[in-house]
Antibody
């Protein structure tokens, strides 16, 4: 059974940094692109970043470009999101998800809450 | 960037109703469009992919259609479990764009 479990969220001050992790199990992690999607309180879903299966290609939403870095460790089945220069509008639940094949995210983690506040 | 716009933003309906949610793209897109259902405090759940393919395990009362700039999600006969928020999402070359969501409420 596929499982995605995020961790690393919490309260951070504006301008601070945080690293999120997503532990994957139940599938061949190295065969899939993986993405991060966030949801601000009471708001809709927002794409954050994606990484190709081999980690060579990474892409970001304009809202986080230059501040966030996505990476993966295929030997440990883990996805990461390094977040820097955090702002109040980065406050959200961050989900990791698997891109199955045609851009559809077929499995999602439970999410981890990041709160940026002083 | 391609923008995805859903309508309506809120929809009130009753159990047994047939409902349709529309997702419009700011320009013509491929059929790489997905629909998700999300309930409060939960992660989104994939319903439809490639515009009209039903995800395994999803009830057949859900269907998707469309092409070009207009896509629809139809629920043929609403069940109590269907009251939730629905999102469309387009994919193109490592870029994912979500609609703003449609909240389906009980009338």
């Amino acid at each position: 059974e596929v499982h995605l479990v995020e961790s690393g969220g919490g309260l951070v001050q504006p301008g601070g940094s945080l690293r999120l992790s997503c532990a994957a199990s139940g599938f061949t992690f190295s065969s899939y692109s993986m993405l991060w999607v966030r949801q601000a309180p009471g708001k809709g879903l927002e794409y954050v970043s994606v990484i190709s299966s081999n980690g060579v290609y990474t892409y970001y939403a304009n809202s986080v470009k230059g501040r966030f870095t996505i990476s993966r460790d295929n030997s440990n089945n883990t996805l990461y999101l390094q977040m820097g220069s955090l702002r109040a509008d980065d406050t959200a639940v961050y989900y990791c998800a698997r891109d199955r094949r045609y851009g559809e995210a077929d499995y999602w983690g439970q999410g981890t809450l990041v709160t940026v506040s002083s | 960037d391609i923008q995805m716009t859903q309508s309506p933003s809120t929809l009130s309906a009753s159990v047994g109703d047939r409902v349709t949610i529309t997702c419009r793209a700011s320009q013509s897109i491929t059929s790489l469009l997905a629909w998700y259902q999300q309930k409060p405090g939960k992660a989104p759940k994939l319903l439809i992919y490639k515009a009209s393919s039903l995800e395994s395990g999803v009830p057949s009362r859900f269907s998707g259609s469309g092409s070009g700039t207009e896509f629809t999600l139809t629920i043929s006969s609403l069940q109590p479990d269907d009251f939730a928020t629905y999102y469309c999402q387009h994919y193109d070359a490592y870029f994912y764009s979500f609609g703003q969501g449609t909240k389906l409420e009980i009338k």
